[in-house]
């Protein structure tokens, strides 16, 4: 069964920090990866990753993807407070079980 | 260009009630899913459609019903309301092949009493 697993559940900075937010998975026929961002209403797309090693970039956010040791990390330098969402990581596996699994999201907090 | 169109945003039902949540995208996608939000579990997929006529259960399917008629609609329907289908409700469409993205309805607060 395919996993995803996020770190940490959550997370209270101030602005001006950067974070790194975490998630390993587990997939028969992996596909893609998947970042989002949730602010108390649909997620909306950050990232889509398919190959190792290639760091995709969006302004201060930043992402990258280990197909070997089967995980990913989304970067975010100098926090802002608008920046205060759920990070959620999801996994998309293909083949003739495709589907979207989801993590349980990192709430990430940025204090003034 | 409307993308993932979903109604309502909120819904008050008794128990027992029966209801339908709307979804419609035009972006042509194949791949369309129906997804429930709880504190502390993430989203959890109820059902999803690789095409028009197919429909599968997900994870939590268990008192919710799903059709996909055409292309563009995917309507769910919860047979008799609990409690326990108190959630948030998303309404999720991409395309099959390639890995793409998913695009999300704006969500459905459904308060089940």
């Known amino acids: 069964e395919d996993k995803v697993v996020q770190s940490p559940l959550s997370l209270v900075v101030h602005e001006g920090d950067t974070v790194t937010l975490n998630c390993s998975y587990e997939?028969?026929?992996?596909?893609?990866l998947l970042w989002y961002k949730q602010e108390k209403k649909a997620p909306t797309f950050l990232f889509m990753l398919t190959s190792s090693g290639i760091e995709k970039k969006s302004g201060r956010l930043s992402s990258i993807l280990d197909k070997k040791e089967l995980f990913s990390i989304l970067n975010i330098t100098a926090t802002q407070t608008g920046d205060s969402a759920v990070y959620l990581c999801?996994?998309?596996?293909?083949?003739?079980?495709?589907?979207?699994?989801f993590g349980k999201g990192t709430l990430l907090t940025v204090n003034p | 260009n409307a993308g993932v169109t979903q109604t309502p945003k909120f819904q008050v039902l008794k128990t027992g009630q029966s209801m339908t949540l709307q979804c419609a995208q035009d972006m042509n996608h194949e791949y369309m899913s129906w997804y429930r939000q709880d504190p502390g579990m993430g989203l959890r997929l109820i059902h999803y459609?690789?095409?028009?006529?197919?429909?599968d259960q997900g994870e939590v399917p268990n008192g919710y019903n799903v059709s996909r008629s055409t292309t563009e609609d995917f309507p769910l329907r919860l047979l008799s309301a609990a409690p326990s289908q108190t959630s948030v409700y998303f309404c999720a469409s991409s395309f099959h092949r390639g890995g793409t993205e998913a695009f999300f309805g704006q969500g459905t607060r459904l308060t089940v009493v």
């Open positions: 459609s690789v095409g028009a006529g197919i429909t």
């Open positions: 997939v028969t026929n992996f596909r893609s």
């Open positions: 999801v996994l998309n596996s293909g083949g003739s079980n495709y589907k979207l699994t």
